[in-house]
């Protein structure tokens, strides 16, 4: 391997390392988490269970770490061809939108009405 691609798949371990880092703290912690940046988080009584709420955003960020880390190792094996990018691609991307739904429906399922 060639240092261009090593230092790549260690920028990808660091940013799957971010992402279980998130999950980890989410799954932690006692006061409401909230999945996107600019939301503003529910107050403990919007929500059913607290507990449950932040176990289900943390594990979808561990989950999603773990993808991206797949995503960079299964792309070492095609190195300096296309389809190395196609790992890297569908592990980073296609997730997103995902968590973006099991967020909304985490809501439904956990917000009080």
Not at 14 to 28: C, D, E, N, P, T
Not at 58 to 71: C, D, K, T
Not at 82 to 90: E, K, M, V
Request: some cysteine; proline content about 4%; glycine content about 8%.
């Amino acid at each position: 391997m060639e240092t261009d691609f090593i230092l790549a798949l260690v920028t990808g371990l660091f940013l799957a390392a971010i992402m279980l880092g998130i999950g980890i703290y989410q799954i932690r912690c006692r006061k409401p988490v909230t999945f996107y940046t600019g939301e503003k988080a529910f107050a403990a009584y919007e929500l059913t269970d607290v507990r449950r709420w932040n176990t289900s955003h943390g594990l979808m960020w561990v989950i999603y770490g773990g993808i991206i880390a797949a995503g960079f190792i299964t792309a070492s094996y095609f190195s300096y061809t296309i389809l190395c990018i196609l790992p890297i691609f569908g592990c980073v991307c296609i997730p997103v939108p995902v968590m973006i739904l099991i967020h909304h429906k985490l809501i439904k399922k956990y917000k009080r009405t």
